[in-house]
């Protein structure tokens, strides 16, 4: 996996000066001494759930030194690094003694650690505490404690459409066996996913839509691990959903594991192809990956770190996607349909500018009807109504997604 790290860090590279700006507006004074207003006296403490052996965190490492190298902080002598922190007391132990090192500013990469980020900014006011992908800053009402997260959900879309080409092309030649239709005749595809949170919902409607854009009749069975990376149950989950006939696996978690079940299942003779996260799969999957949806998080850290060298404000919600070169697709593999490229070219064009809606509320129905209005039910949404102009509003209300809909032609298989 370490191979995936320059890989990323050659995409991060791309888009590190970035100019600040986002959709989420909600912005609380927050300073962190005199330090936040010289680059050379700020230190930057960095907790990951994993390493750069993990795509997810990769990504993150190779954003936090594109964005370094963009704003003249020095990845040697500014950043501590915290890697394989669990989502525990442990955590707590890794910011405390950041904190004791001097860190002005510090970040975390996992929805888990959350709370204990929550935790220390309440104890530390003098220190700015940054959850990517966390949903309780604006809730929690600390002014040093902020949430980022980026437009995943667009790059989910882009990759579903990439399958859904995929997907028309076996159905043209008449590749789609029996019982890889449902009693209606709907052709099945597959989702691993992590956790039923939000986030992950989110993602797999987003996926499915993609898919449904391409071909309408499809339906798509989603089971978690309970785990966000577990290379062992990804790819047994990815096995279990081809036998029951899935030919299109995606997944939101953070190993290989599912496109290497699907490279050994297609080579066995299984029709069955894969979209992955966070890194290109070609180096595991060269036949079966069709694409991965991707972050550059340089994006976001070029703007906070801009923030930090410059004593501003960082916002306590930031959200950004296509439209600033957040998310993308990886490198299409040569299994791709004729055609894709210019497809995606034409999505990815329709996101940019706004004219697509993601969660398009005439593209799918709940319980057979159509979904017309929608309050949240996540802390500090409540009561907030999410569809606006016929479509659901995802990430503008908060950074991270609050679609947490479950709509016709999903199933969870073992949600808990």
């Not at 959709?23 to 230190?43: E, F, L, Q, R, Y």
């Not at 309780?136 to 404690?145: Q, R, T, V």
């Not at 047994?236 to 190993?255: N, P, R, T, W, Y």
């Not at 890194?279 to 079966?288: F, G």
Request: charged share 20%.
């Amino acid at each position: 996996m370490k191979k995936f790290t320059a890989l990323l860090l050659a995409l991060a590279m791309v888009f590190a000066l970035v100019a600040c700006g986002s959709k989420t507006d909600s912005v609380s004074p927050a300073t962190s001494g005199d330090a936040a207003k010289n680059a050379s006296k700020v230190k930057i403490g960095v907790v990951l759930v994993g390493d750069e052996n993990v795509g997810y965190d990769s990504a993150h490492i190779a954003g936090i030194k594109a964005a370094a190298e963009a704003c003249g902080i020095s990845v040697k002598d500014q950043i501590i690094w915290k890697y394989n922190v669990e989502e525990n007391e442990k955590c707590a132990d890794a910011i405390d003694d950041l904190v004791s090192q001097g860190c002005n500013y510090v970040f975390s990469d996992s929805y888990g650690h959350q709370d204990f980020m929550k935790d220390a900014a309440s104890k530390d006011t003098n220190v700015t505490f940054v959850s990517m992908t966390g949903d309780k800053a604006a809730a929690s009402g600390l002014k040093n404690y902020k949430n980022a997260f980026n437009d995943t959900f667009q790059s989910r879309y882009v990759s579903g459409v990439v399958a859904g080409m995929k997907l028309k092309e076996l159905v043209d030649a008449g590749k789609i066996s029996a019982e890889s239709k449902d009693a209606n005749g709907n052709i099945k595809i597959g989702y691993v996913g992590a956790y039923p949170y939000a986030e992950v919902v989110s993602g797999y409607t987003a996926f499915y839509l993609g898919v449904k854009s391409i071909v309408e009749n499809v339906t798509m069975s989603v089971t978690y691990t309970n785990s966000w990376y577990n290379p062992t149950s990804e790819g047994e989950a990815a096995k279990s959903l081809v036998a029951d006939g899935c030919v299109i696996i995606s997944q939101h978690a953070d190993s290989t594991g599912a496109p290497s079940a699907c490279e050994e299942l297609l080579k066995s003779g299984k029709t069955v192809y894969c979209v992955g996260y966070n890194v290109d799969m070609l180096s595991v999957a060269p036949t079966a990956a069709l694409t991965s949806a991707q972050n550059d998080w340089s994006v976001y850290y070029t703007y906070a770190f801009n923030c930090i060298k410059n004593g501003e404000e960082i916002k306590t919600d930031w959200a950004a996607g296509y439209d600033q070169g957040a998310v993308m697709i990886s490198k299409l593999g040569d299994s791709c349909a004729a055609g894709t490229d210019a497809k995606v070219k034409e999505v990815e064009a329709g996101l940019k500018d706004g004219s697509l809606k993601v969660f398009d509320t005439a593209k799918f129905t709940v319980n057979g009807q159509a979904l017309t209005t929608y309050k949240s039910s996540s802390a500090g949404l409540e009561d907030k109504e999410c569809i606006k102009d016929g479509a659901f509003e995802e990430s503008t209300l908060r950074s991270a997604p609050y679609f947490d809909v479950r709509i016709d032609g999903i199933k969870e298989l073992n949600a808990k």
